[in-house]
């Protein structure tokens, strides 16, 4: 049985568009968007219920968190805007990787690689590599809230353990002064005993830990897709700086 030509063709076609495509910049891309739809969905709202936290247990005068208010405030700002330009950022990625991929393998022959074309290729390598360092300070600056609340978490479960042999529990404190939070003369500043029992199982602080770990994850994901993004790049680059030599020692 004879397969018509058009069936050949049209299969030989879908070779060749699924050959252009760039899968690691797709990966990559899918990586990225979930990682920041994590990390700014999630911190968003576990920053929210911090303010909650201190605003009821910790911090009882409003002049005395006044600035860590704005300061979070601020931040969830910044989550906006990180969030619409990784979308951006994103998308012009991948469509770099479509035209780069495209001029790697040659899928047409009359296509030609420019020097304005390279250029935006190399500018693009650039600042990735520098949204990639950024985002390791953002990954590790993301686990900072998840180090203070596992500590209060683990001293919650400390007191409840039957093994533990505490003589007064209202001696075992969280004091989240110390960690530069709020000022010093806040009020109470800390909370104990039974007090912290208590915090730990309000629905904030379950609902806060769980979404700042969380977050952090996707922090961790959006910095192994730049990491992608980078390699990626940084190969096409490569190779389309490589062609551009060949042409020209050929051209004559």
Known sequence: MRIPAVTLWCFECCIKCLGGVPYASLVATILCFSGVALFCGCGHVALTGTVTILETHFSKVTSDHAMLTDIIQLMQYVIYGIASFFFLYGIILLAEGFYTTSAVKELHS?????ICGRCISGMFVFLTYILGVAWLGVFGFSAVPVFLFYNMWSTCATMKSPMANITSIDSICVDVRQYGIIPWNATPGKACGTTLGDICNTNEFYLSYHLYIVACAGAG????????????????????????????????
């Open 110 to 114: 009359e296509f030609k690689t420019t």
């Open 221 to 252: 994901a959006t910095v192994i897709a730049l990491l992608i993004y980078m390699m990626a790049t940084t190969y096409n680059f490569a190779v389309l700086k490589f062609k551009s030599r060949e042409d020209c020692c050929t051209k004559f």
